[in-house]
């Protein structure tokens, strides 16, 4: 704004001094002219009684002599190519001035009948005319521009002064004004802001940000930003509490329904153990009672792994003790040992045991379930290293195997739910697909990560807890 007033100020400023100049150049020709006229008519009146062409008489009076001529008219008289007369007269000091050679020089040979402007070494800028008299003399008027020079000076300085301060002035207000203008748009974008930072993505939202009625004026452009941002963020909040809810009841109901399958499913397995036990069951009969049963506690677990998941989902307050996490891991290894005997089990502890703050029960079910993994899907003889380290804040468990590796396509999604490499769903391998799904929820559930890296001949898992979450 500020330059396009500028760019304004100057076009005015320039159109105004072009035309001022003409128009007042062209009084001073008028003046000139006048001047002219009057010295014409004196050298007329002094001259009568010599010839044409003849040098003026001596006692003829110089041309400075003519009455109302003004201060520092240049006076000239040229016969034939003769200068005769070339003098001015300062009428501050009454004394007349005669012009040198040098200045004379400039003079000569200007045109006759019209103004033109000279720069007359000593004296500055002059405006003169040439004009031949009755008796065929040239008399040349000049009057110097310097006046005029000094009101066009003026008018640019104030011309100037002007523009700068309208602009300083309009900057300052504009400035102002704008500032003025888009504070409610302000007030706008911070509640934007605000709600950018609530965690929208899970659990119960409450979204009770809005922008403040003073800024939802549908009369004023900021207003109806606002007033539609209202209306956005309430549809969004209606649209999360029925995200929620809906949530909330397919998580009710996989806790539900994981809860009542426990029971029958563990008469089932009672059932089949009771008829398998009976001595003279023929041995098909025996088998299928065998397999009711592996079957039984493949669901069981399964089972017992999908409420897991629901209670962790539906955020459930972990317990928060000190875990110390040196034991909990010598403990799984312990237990590892003895269900895969045919695997290499190494631990690596630090010096220190490591203690970290949350859930005992989860942290070994994570562990267990790395463990597991790493005994399941590998052939025996593999070798499993389990380390635990210990940096500032941070524990960091990790369990390498040199076993196999995890198929690449498989790799991104290992810790979805139901994602498992077995892709030929043989029951009798016994996964599930939750092993990996339930560790990260409860690494997150602690405020950590889980992350995996695997090649053929090394898969490893980093678990990463911080000792104190939520510090
Ligand atoms: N150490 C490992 N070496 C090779 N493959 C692995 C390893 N750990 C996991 N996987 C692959 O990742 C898949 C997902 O593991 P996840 O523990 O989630 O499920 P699962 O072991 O198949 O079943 P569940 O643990 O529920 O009994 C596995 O099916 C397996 O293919
Ligand atoms: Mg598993």
Redesign the pocket.
């Not at 076993?403 to 198929?407: E, K, Q, V």
């Not at 994602?419 to 077995?422: K, L, P, S």
């Not at 391998?429 to 560790?439: E, F, H, S, Y």
């Given at each position: 704004m500020v330059c396009l007033l500028a760019a304004a100020c100057i076009a005015v400023s320039a159109t105004t001094f072009t035309v001022m100049h003409h128009l007042q150049i062209t009084q001073f020709d008028q003046e000139l002219k006048t001047t002219s006229t009057r010295v014409l008519h004196f050298d007329r009146t002094a001259g009568e009684n010599r010839a044409p062409g003849s040098p003026p008489v001596s006692n003829n009076p110089p041309l400075t002599n003519a009455p109302g001529v003004p201060a520092q008219t240049v006076l000239i008289r040229i016969i034939g190519s003769q200068v005769m007369d070339a003098g001015l007269r300062d009428w501050a000091t009454g004394a007349r001035q005669y012009l040198s050679a040098q200045q004379v020089a400039v003079l000569r040979g200007l045109p006759l009948g019209y103004p033109v402007t000279r720069d007359i070494p000593g004296l500055g800028d002059y405006r003169l005319i040439a004009v031949k008299a009755l008796d065929g003399d040239v008399i040349i008027t000049g009057l110097p521009l310097a006046p005029l020079h000094a009101a066009q000076y003026h008018l640019v300085a104030v011309e100037t002064g002007v523009t700068v301060a309208t602009l300083i002035l309009t900057a300052l207000l504009g400035a102002l004004t704008i500032r003025r203008t888009l504070r409610p748009l302000e007030r706008i974008a911070a509640t934007a802001r605000r709600v950018a930072e609530l965690p929208l993505h899970r659990g119960e939202v409450a979204l009770p940000v809005r922008v403040p009625e003073v800024d939802v004026d549908p009369r004023t452009e900021v207003g109806q930003v606002g007033a539609a941002l209202n209306r956005m963020l309430g549809h969004v909040a209606d649209a999360l509490a029925v995200r929620q809810a809906g949530e909330t009841r397919l998580r009710q109901f996989s806790a539900d329904a994981s809860h009542e399958l426990r029971t029958p499913l563990a008469a089932i397995r009672g059932y089949a153990e009771l008829t398998r036990r009976v001595s003279d069951l023929p041995p098909d009969v025996a088998h299928a009672m065998r397999r009711v049963e592996s079957e039984t506690e493949r669901m069981t677990?399964?089972v017992d792994?999908l409420l897991r998941l629901a209670r962790m989902d539906s955020d459930r307050p972990l317990a928060n003790e000190p875990v110390d996490l040196s034991w909990l891991v010598i403990d799984a290894i312990t237990d590892a040992r003895i269900a895969g005997p045919d695997h290499r089990w190494r631990l690596d502890l630090p010096e220190e045991s490591v203690t970290v703050t949350g859930d005992e029960a989860s942290l070994h079910q994570a562990v267990a379930?790395?463990l597991?993994?790493?005994r399941?899907?590998?052939p025996p003889g593999t070798t499993v290293t389990t380390a635990l380290t210990m940096s500032g804040d941070q524990a960091t468990l990790s369990?390498v195997?040199d076993?196999?590796?995890?198929?690449a396509d498989?790799l991104p999604q290992?810790?979805s739910r139901f994602?498992?490499?077995?892709t030929s769903r043989r029951h009798s391998?016994?996964?599930?697909?939750?092993?990996?799904?339930?560790?990260k929820a409860i690494v997150e559930a602690h405020g950590g990560n889980i992350d995996?890296n695997?090649r053929v001949g090394q898969?490893a898992?980093i678990m990463r807890l911080p000792v104190r979450p939520g510090v």
């Open positions: 677990n399964l792994d379930n790395l597991t993994n790493a399941v899907h590998t369990v195997d076993g196999p590796g995890i198929r498989l290992v810790f994602a498992r490499g077995d391998a016994g996964t599930g697909g939750l092993g990996l799904a339930i560790v995996v695997s898969t898992f």
